[in-house]
């Protein structure tokens, strides 16, 4: 998620919007990142150049996200200051996107009369014509529409903006919306029903940024690996899908986020073991530990047979990276059915596990269930974060002296005299080197001193 920093009374920086520039906001997932950069592309085909700030910037675009009230909350007061920003500087252009725009844009008006466009997650190529518009002096637009459901199957997708500048790693959306309906989920009202991209789509975007010097990519979906199950023609399993992008040359690691549980089948393992592209990682949302809280959840599997998951996983590839989500805090959760939870973090022994705080959603199931008292959700969080710290300590421990192949990124952002990357397990390394000599390149290196972060190592 990315940070702002919001203009505080009394001491606001300037603020100076340069003609011809953007600048695009994003808060939540890889979804949303890759939706920024599609955002991006846009503007750039309108002859935008991209400032360094939105304080520079005269159009601004807000991509926001509703996973959780917190960025709900960031997205909110930003967009209020904007509009004091725009009393002063009409010529500003303020757009929002995104999940958080799908669901409250009439209150996203009401609240800031001064926006110009809100835009749904299935609206992005609409962009151009809306910010041109907005240009030209045009008010209060916005877009929408979602796909409907057609029988079983739906076909319309996003369209792609395909010309990407090249870049070391890449994300590339497989899949769009969600069928689950998890009880606490928003996304199937905030991106629609699910649909799969066309396999000959994603292929041909794939073999384009492997031309542009793309060495990684992650393919991204809400439920990764029900790929295909509704693609009108023909039914390309996500393990096959997995193998045709294999075979593009230039293509050296594939990493996807997130499957679903009850869709991790023996076919997805054999593949993650036996093709080389494919990277030994898995990040598999838990959620919660017990079964009755799972059910309240609506996640149609149990612990038994998330455990059989990782039982096979760790079988066929001892060495596989695992991590996950859970919530705590979830409606009507029990003291029990908590420390089935913690039971369950002991039993699987996650390398690193993204931990939450129940937060209601509006016109989910959820948010209509009895409520876990506030405190009581946050002091188990609390616990929840120290168990896995010490976990994710130990194992990190016991890791020091290994050898990792790791694809060097460059430099890292708090140590920018170190190099990082990351392992195909997952597991990030600082290690010192020649930025010029090794950035994209795949070395291997022996770890010396673990950390709760990661590593610390050397090239060999």
């Known amino acids: 998620m990315s940070n702002v920093t919001l203009l505080k009374s009394g001491s606001r920086p300037k603020i100076n919007p340069k003609k011809g520039t953007y600048f695009v906001q994003t808060w939540g997932c890889q979804m949303n990142e890759e939706d920024s950069e599609q955002m991006s592309l846009y503007l750039q085909d309108l002859g935008l150049k991209p400032a360094q700030s939105w304080r520079e910037a005269q159009v601004i675009l807000l991509n926001t996200c509703s996973v959780r009230r917190k960025p709900e909350d960031k997205a909110f007061s930003l967009i209020g200051e904007l509009n004091v920003v725009k009393q002063k500087h009409p010529e500003v252009v303020i757009g929002v996107a995104g999940c958080m725009a799908q669901l409250r844009a009439k209150e996203i008006k009401q ?3 001064l926006v110009d466009f809100v835009i749904g997650t299935a609206q992005i190529s609409q962009i151009p014509g809306l910010v041109e518009e907005a240009l030209q002096g045009r008010r209060f637009q916005s877009r929408l529409e979602l796909p409907e459901r057609k029988g079983k199957i739906v076909t319309s997708i996003p369209q792609r903006n395909l010309e990407r500048t090249g870049k070391l790693k890449a994300y590339v959306p497989i899949q769009y919306g969600c069928d689950k309906f998890c009880s606490f989920c928003i996304v199937p009202t905030t991106r629609g029903r699910e649909r799969s991209r066309p396999t000959d789509h994603i292929i041909a975007e794939v073999r384009r940024l492997a031309e542009l010097g793309t060495k990684e990519v992650t393919l991204l979906g809400q439920t990764v690996n029900s790929y295909g199950k509704n693609l009108a023609e023909g039914n390309v399993p996500f393990s096959q899908l997995l193998q045709l992008i294999s075979g593009i040359p230039g293509i050296e690691r ?8 009850r869709d991790f089948r023996t076919d997805l393992i054999e593949v993650i073991r036996d093709v080389p592209q494919v990277m030994e990682h898995c990040h598999m949302p838990l959620q919660g530990g017990n079964d009755n809280l799972l059910k309240r959840m609506k996640r149609l599997y149990t612990v038994e047979s998330f455990a059989k998951i990782v039982d096979e996983l760790r079988e066929k590839m001892p060495d596989v990276g695992l991590t996950t989500d859970i919530i705590v805090g979830f409606p009507g959760e029990s003291e029990e059915e908590f420390e089935g939870t913690l039971a369950c973090m002991q039993r699987f022994q996650f390398d690193n596990a993204y931990t939450f705080r129940y937060s209601p959603r509006p016109g989910t199931p959820a ?21 896995q710290k010490e976990i994710t300590v130990a194992k990190n421990e016991s890791c020091v002296g290994k050898t990792y192949e790791i694809l060097v990124d460059g430099p890292a952002p708090k140590h920018p005299e170190m190099l990082q990357g990351l392992s195909r397990c997952f597991r990030l390394i600082h290690f010192p080197g020649e930025v010029d000599k090794y950035r994209g390149e795949i070395v291997n290196v022996k770890t010396i001193e673990s950390h709760p972060w990661g590593f610390t190592g050397k090239i060999i």
């Open 111 to 113: 609240k800031n009369p």
């Open 254 to 261: 594939i990493r996807y986020t997130s499957p679903y549980p």
């Open 367 to 387: 948010a209509e269930m009895e409520q876990v008292p506030t405190q009581v959700g946050k002091d188990r969080l609390n616990k929840l974060i120290a168990f």
